[in-house]
């Protein structure tokens, strides 16, 4: 399933298709899933389309850490696979609520994760402002690659470092 | 179509229903669209279905006028036929990128206008960090939004404020 989805993209992707890649009867899979975006989030879910993780060395650099981080998660996107897949999530997603948060709540899990541990090697060496949610900060990555997928346009290094720029330090004076 | 869009969403709207509304055989549908995303896409193009727009004040108070974009988008987030309308919305540009692209600029128009006009003020008033750019910050709001529609989970107002002063301050110490 994560080969016809990351080949061909969601919309190609039929439920004739995987009954016959299954040989199964295609009222099998009626049988068990409702819709294609049922089928397809669940196989998400279950791990068996795996791929979507950012994982970065987390350095004593803080601002590097955070350009490291969006770097790799745009180069990941700018590949074709990456993308039908990402594109395949947010379409089930936004077609089954239920379906959604608990596909979000299991790829945002490792950013969270790393968000956590980067902010809290930074707050230990007092270079974080009072305050900060790591949580707050986590989903700001997350919508970022969220609508990076949607849009599946590259975006320039200048842009990435005008991000980070942004996020460490905002746009006050 | 706005409103079978608003009040059933995007998976039970059918080729079939809209033919039927319409009063044209489905065969009339297909000749010119491709596919359903296709159709709904040029709808929400062609201005059928508004009611994206995030429109607040401008005041002499760069903090509260975040505060009050934030609140307002996600209010309107909240809004069920909103909701369903953005999902469609998420959903055709998931599966039609061409498409999905010209949605975007043109969703995405009235908010980098805003940023800029809010952003310009700031500047003069000298409120803005050297080097701020205005697209970097809409496409922030942006990527914000498009989240908040993806998972349909009300926003609480410490989040709001948190992401106020993330983007204002940004996490460094």
């Not at 049922?38 to 791990?47: C, F």
């Not at 270079?127 to 949580?135: M, S, T």
């Amino acid at each position: 399933m994560r080969r016809a989805l990351a080949a061909e993209g969601y919309a190609a992707v039929t439920i004739e298709g995987l009954a016959q890649e299954a040989e199964v009867a295609k009222q099998t899979i009626y049988r068990w899933w409702p819709s294609k975006a049922a089928i397809l989030g669940e196989a998400l879910l279950e791990g068996e389309i795996p791929g979507m993780d950012v994982s970065v060395a987390i350095t004593d650099d803080l601002e590097a850490d955070l350009r490291a981080w969006l770097t790799t998660m745009y180069a990941h996107q700018a590949d074709a696979a990456s993308t039908e897949l990402a594109r395949a999530l947010i379409v089930v997603t936004a077609t089954d609520a239920d379906l959604g948060l608990r596909l979000n709540a299991r790829l945002a899990a490792p950013i969270r994760e790393w968000v956590g541990h980067r902010l809290a090697l930074a707050e230990e060496a007092g270079q974080l402002r009072p305050g900060v949610d790591a949580a707050v900060v986590a989903d700001q990555l997350v919508a970022l690659a969220s609508y990076a997928a949607l849009l599946g346009t590259p975006v320039s290094a200048e842009r990435v470092e005008a991000t980070v720029q942004m996020l460490l330090h905002g746009i006050a004076a």
